[in-house]
């Protein structure tokens, strides 16, 4: 097998040689996206993909923490919530499992950008990101998007990124502002089933689970909130927010139980670059009516 090069492996390689000689060149835009970008200012140079295999491990949940250094009775009636972006929430057990994830998406979003570059792209629109399970606990995350080339370069050297359709972008660009780069925030809340949730779980009658309102409502404000630093990492700007996703799940503690709950956002990050227009003179797209 032949080995990677510039960061991409062979199967990239080939595509990226592919579509430099072919002279057809892929993309994932519809027709009206097309029409779109070209109205733009820029002009596809081919689809580009990109991927990561990661074994997520966990390395035990919450229940160690909390029986550690609080002690199972200590809390009595109700239990914390604890997320993994509080002061010391990346040292528990979902710790290891969130840096795996976030590294793994980055992994398969930089991969997909390297292929970008050796296209001589300037941007790629229209990202979609996906996760995959395989077999155990190996997981697949995937990138993949068009690259695009501005006609008229306005900072050659530059690469961005948007989860934006290609629509969208244009239209972006038409009121001033240009796209930068996919953010993200992720977070899983824990909360040991105390003995109100597990009342209120097992009522017969329609009630509020305080606890699981507070174990959802602290996993969302938390991604929230790591999506706001990704984009202040990128140089901040408006965030258009394009998916995002909440999954719960439970692990064993002794005879008990915890309660995970996973939240992401993502997004794109745009900057103002003046007023309407300015961002991209929007070229005249011209159609000519066949039966003249």
Known sequence: ?????????????????????????GSFLSAPGAAAVAAAGLAPVGEV?????????????????WATTSGPGVWGWTSP????????????????????????WHGALERM???ARALGADGVVGVRTTRAHLDGSAVEFTARGTA???????????LWCAGLSAEDVAAALGSGFAPRALVRGLS???KHEDP??????????????????????????????????DARRHGSGHVVVDDVRL?????????????????????????????????RAPAVLTVLPLNR
């Open 148 to 158: 695009v080339r501005e006609l008229a370069r306005t900072a050659p050297g530059t």
């Open 1 to 25: 097998m032949s080995p990677w090069a510039g960061g991409l492996p062979p199967a990239a390689l080939a595509r990226v040689e592919r579509q430099r000689a072919g002279g057809a060149t």
């Open 247 to 279: 999954g719960t799940f439970e692990t064993q503690c002794g005879d008990g139980k915890d309660l995970h709950a996973e939240a992401s956002f993502t997004g794109t990050l745009l900057t103002e670059v003046g007023p309407p227009g300015a961002g």
């Open 81 to 104: 919530v604890v997320t993994t972006g509080d002061p010391g929430g990346l040292r528990n057990g979902s710790g290891p499992y969130v840096r795996a994830v976030d590294a793994a």
């Open 49 to 65: 993909f990109g991927c990561l295999v990661m074994n997520l491990g966990w390395s035990g949940g919450f229940c160690g923490a």
């Open 196 to 229: 109100l949730m597990m009342q209120q779980r097992s009522s017969w009658s329609g009630n509020e689970v305080d606890g699981l309102t507070e174990l959802l409502t602290r996993a969302r404000a938390d991604a929230r909130r790591g999506l706001t630093l």
């Open 113 to 115: 950008l390297t292929e």
């Open 188 to 190: 899983v809340a824990t």
